[in-house]
């Protein structure tokens, strides 16, 4: 009885200590970019037309299949008094993504710049079941001037985005060092199932969203396992000490 007591211990403090391990990050890329190292049949939605809608419908939203969180939508806002219409676009360019068009009619658009390039553009990403957003790449407006990576890229040090979680506030947030080649959201990243991100009036930089990277949220479950794996493995070198 002993041995099989700490036997189970063992084993749940094992699991424990590989917990965070096993989160691994899925990655979705939303540009053909060969900067954009991430594999392209993790893209299973459907493209927004080319450049600027012209040569179809642009799409109210887009629809990615994910491992980690399910249905992925991205929807797009503009909330200007004039010009509420706005639509998703998933560039067929390289050194692109993701960007908002705003118009009136879902036919062409009126608004000539396809990227997340005004205040109030946002781009809306809402998952099926809670996910842990610990990454971004973003590409430039401009992104066939300069180099889009290293210290002369677009989106420097002091360039800022906006990002919301699950309609929480809206929080300026830095591009970072490699020109948003990633962005990491921090050591532990953002959790939640709605990720708003949009454009800073604090530093006007136009950006596409060119790919995301989630994780999983471990199940309160898991953690009460591994909570109770812990105790049995206290009590057992206690046992041992006695």
Known sequence: MFNASLKIAALAAAAALALPATAATEYLSFTTSNVI??????????????????????PERLTFNTTTGGKLTVTAEDNLLLDKMAYVQQSSLKNSGLGVLTGTSLLGAADVNPSVSAPAENLVLSFSKAVTLNSLWFFPDDRFKGSLTGPNGELD?????????????????????????PRILGASGLQGTTFRIGFSQASPESFYLAAIGIAPIPEPSTYALVGLGLAGAAWVARRRRG
């Not at 190292?37 to 642009?58: E, F, H, Q, W």
């Not at 002091?158 to 947030?173: K, L, Y």
Request: proline residues 4%.
């Open 37 to 58: 190292t991430l594999p392209s049949s993790k893209v299973t939605g459907t493209a927004g037309g080319k450049d600027g809608c012209l040569i179809g419908t642009c």
């Open 157 to 181: 040090a002091f360039d800022e985005f906006t990002i919301s979680v699950d309609g929480g506030p809206t929080q300026r947030a830095l591009f970072g060092l490699q020109n948003g080649q």
